[in-house]
């Protein structure tokens, strides 16, 4: 990188992490866009001066609020909910809702500013939001969860709309939390309106959408193998996660005649060198989204290995899809990936991998799919369901499905074009670049704000 790009990103850099201390997984999802940006823009007159990266990373706003309710023993709770609604410079802000113990403002500001470079890249016009609250649903009845979310919306649901803000579910938030929250959300505006996505069927929601991370990220896999002259057909694969983008990455994959050997949850992960079958992956699905269980217990019903506390990354594999959670490839773990014969990643989650990780992958110039290529099939088909429900219809499961897929072909094309390195294409760099174009532009144009 020439000297006086290296410093603009480091001066801006630099001034990110001084206005924004601590948030270290925010610092790295801008950091992880501007390495590829702030050259662009370099090379882009028209976006010099526009300070379109410095307003980007500033949120239109965040709303920030008390979640208080009761659980099953007459205890009062008190948590903290966030919006982060981060441009809507082309569209309604979207993007998910996240339940989990750990939660933080660097969490949902890092995702919110990811959700807007996704969702432009989607082709759709929607801009960039996430948020949630710091609850874990985990070890709760389903009736605490209910009352949680009922509370949750009795906020949020002054600062959203089906033309404003629409939520969707993330980890944590299911098909049950969604329709809880579109429940009270209806109950208190008396309207029946799209404002959120990923909702029951017998209520507006769309076909496909349960399916389409998962999904959509095998195939933006099967666009990257098949333009070297590969499939997935007899491909080792790696999943981390067992929610659900795992699941249906995982069903995808099989139906396509990869060999999945491995799925983790958040205590540790199964190897089944047989391979997961559709039946064992059914049996997967009831233990999560059912009983609510751990992967431990794949382990003792079909007698395979169970790694306590580790990551599968070590698993030797021709194909890895991690689909549980921000960073869980670090550096060491992506050289064991790529050592290990790797040649392809498609990530599942948003930010798995970390910046040395990124960096390992890069430069072993293995294929690459960053979360907000691969894992765009799920707001694609958000997008989708908002549109079934402006026109009051329901599309027939084919019908989405072909959408989603010309969807990721064309999210992959994009990749291809803005990413083209000689032979080798940087699939992050073509993401970055064309997600930022449609989003830079529509705020050239909206004015100075
Ligand atoms: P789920 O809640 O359905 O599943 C999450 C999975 O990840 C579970 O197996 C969970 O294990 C595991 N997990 C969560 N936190 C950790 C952790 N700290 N360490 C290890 N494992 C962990 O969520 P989703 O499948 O919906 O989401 C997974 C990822 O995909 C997230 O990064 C999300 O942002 C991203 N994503 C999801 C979309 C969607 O449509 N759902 C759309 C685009 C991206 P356990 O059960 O033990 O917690």
Not at 197 to 214: C, I, M, P, Q, Y
Not at 342 to 364: I, Q, S
């Amino acid at each position: 990188m020439a000297k006086t790009v290296q410093s603009r990103l480091d001066r801006f850099m630099n001034g990110l992490i001084r206005r924004n201390p601590g948030e270290s997984e925010f610092h790295q999802a801008v950091y992880e866009v501007a390495d590829d940006i702030i050259p662009f823009v370099h090379q882009n007159p028209i976006y010099q001066g526009e300070m379109i990266l410095e307003r980007l990373t500033e949120p239109d706003r965040i709303i920030i609020f008390r979640v208080g309710w009761e659980d099953d023993h007459g205890n009062i709770r008190a948590n903290r909910g966030y919006r982060v609604q981060n441009s809507n410079a082309i569209g309604p802000y979207k993007g998910g809702l996240r339940f989990h113990r750990d939660l933080t403002l660097s969490v949902m500001k890092f995702l919110a500013f990811e959700q807007t470079f996704k969702n432009s890249l989607t082709g759709l016009p929607m801009g960039g939001a996430k948020g949630g609250a710091d609850f874990n649903p985990k070890d709760k009845s389903a009736r605490e969860v209910m009352r949680f979310c009922q509370s949750f919306i009795t906020e949020l649901y002054r600062h959203i709309g089906q033309f404003s803000d629409v939520p969707a579910g993330d980890i944590g938030v299911g098909a049950r939390e969604i329709s809880y929250m579109f429940g009270q959300y209806k109950r208190i505006t008396n309207e029946f309106t799209g404002v959120m996505t990923g909702k029951g069927l017998a209520f507006g929601g769309s076909l496909v959408r349960t399916e389409a991370t998962g999904y959509g990220c095998v195939y933006m896999m099967e666009n990257m193998l098949n333009r070297k002259g590969e499939g997935l057909k007899d491909k080792t694969i790696l999943i981390s996660g067992s929610g659900n983008v795992a699941q249906y990455t995982a069903e995808k994959a099989i139906e396509m005649g990869g060999k999945v050997v491995t799925l983790s949850d958040s205590a540790g992960f199964i190897h089944d060198p047989a391979g997961i079958d559709s039946e064992k992956l059914e049996y997967v699905k009831e233990l999560k989204n059912v009983r609510r269980g751990r992967i431990l217990e794949y382990a003792e019903k079909y007698g395979v290995e169970y790694f306590p506390g580790k990551r599968p990354w070590a698993v030797p594999c021709d194909l890895a899809f991690p689909c549980a959670t921000q960073n869980e490839i670090r550096g060491p773990d992506a050289e064991a990936i790529v050592q290990n014969g790797c040649m392809a990643v498609a990530e599942g989650a948003n930010m798995p991998t970390d910046k040395d990780g990124c960096t390992v992958f890069l430069d072993a110039r293995i294929l690459y799919a960053p979360s907000k290529a691969a894992n765009a099939g799920g707001v694609a088909v958000s997008g989708l369901e908002m549109a079934q429900n402006s026109m009051r219809l329901s599309w027939d499961r084919s019908e989405v499905d072909n959408r989603l897929r010309r969807i990721i072909d064309d999210i992959h094309d994009k990749c291809v074009e803005y990413g083209s390195e000689g032979d080798y294409i940087n699939y992050r760099k073509g993401a970055n670049i064309a997600g930022f174009i449609k989003v830079a532009d529509a705020m050239v144009g909206l004015g100075i704000m």
